[in-house]
């Protein structure tokens, strides 16, 4: 798992990086500006970063042998990354309704570019917690195996989190306030 995150923080690291490359590059609009909203991606950042917390949860549950209390704080992480991702499909809709598309500019390409691969990451996280969820009725679940199949999931939701702290920060708030 360790040499897996390794890798996309390199391949996460030169998505980025392309981004910043290209930054303030576009000719024609629609521009950062133009289009974010950052009190709307702000509250769905929130509910991404609040869904570790319920990662952490459930593992501790699982920990202590409390399936009903992993079940509950897992389904938790589970709801708040679909409603991340349901932002995210709010977004790129009403960028698509702005005139902001993959094929608008060079922004509009490195942004869905970017943005996009980290929804594919997340959308990959929710299928994960979601198959542990349902493997978790099972009889014989909570063993020390099953804690490892937790931990490198959480470890996974973690590092979505931590990727998206990265992007929100350079992507939204340095592409819309000035001087960064």
């Known amino acids: 798992m360790w ?7 390199l391949f996460f ?5 392309t981004y910043l490359v290209h930054k303030g590059n ?15 991606t702000s509250v769905s950042t929130f509910v991404l ?6 990662m952490v949860m459930s593992y501790a549950a699982l920990t ?31 960028f698509a309704k702005e005139g902001l598309t993959p094929k608008t500019n060079l922004f509009g390409t490195t942004f869905f570019t970017l943005t996009g691969f ?18 978790s009725y099972r009889p014989g679940f909570v063993t020390p195996g099953r804690h490892l199949d937790v931990d490198l999931a959480a470890l996974y939701w973690h590092f979505v989190d931590i990727v998206w702290i990265v992007i929100f920060t350079v992507v939204y708030l340095f592409g819309v306030f000035e001087g960064f």
């Open 3 to 9: 040499a897996f995150l390794g890798s996309d923080c």
């Open 13 to 17: 690291g030169s998505l980025i990086a």
């Open 26 to 40: 576009s000719v024609v609009g629609p521009f950062p500006e133009e289009v974010f909203s950052i009190p709307v």
């Open 49 to 54: 970063l609040m869904s570790s917390t319920s």
């Open 64 to 94: 202590r042998g409390n399936l009903k209390v992993f079940r509950i704080w897992l389904a938790a992480t589970v709801i708040m990354g679909m409603t991340f991702l349901a932002f995210q499909t709010f977004e790129f809709w009403d």
């Open 118 to 135: 980290h929804g594919a990451h997340v959308t990959i996280g929710v299928i994960w917690l979601l198959s542990l969820l349902f493997q």
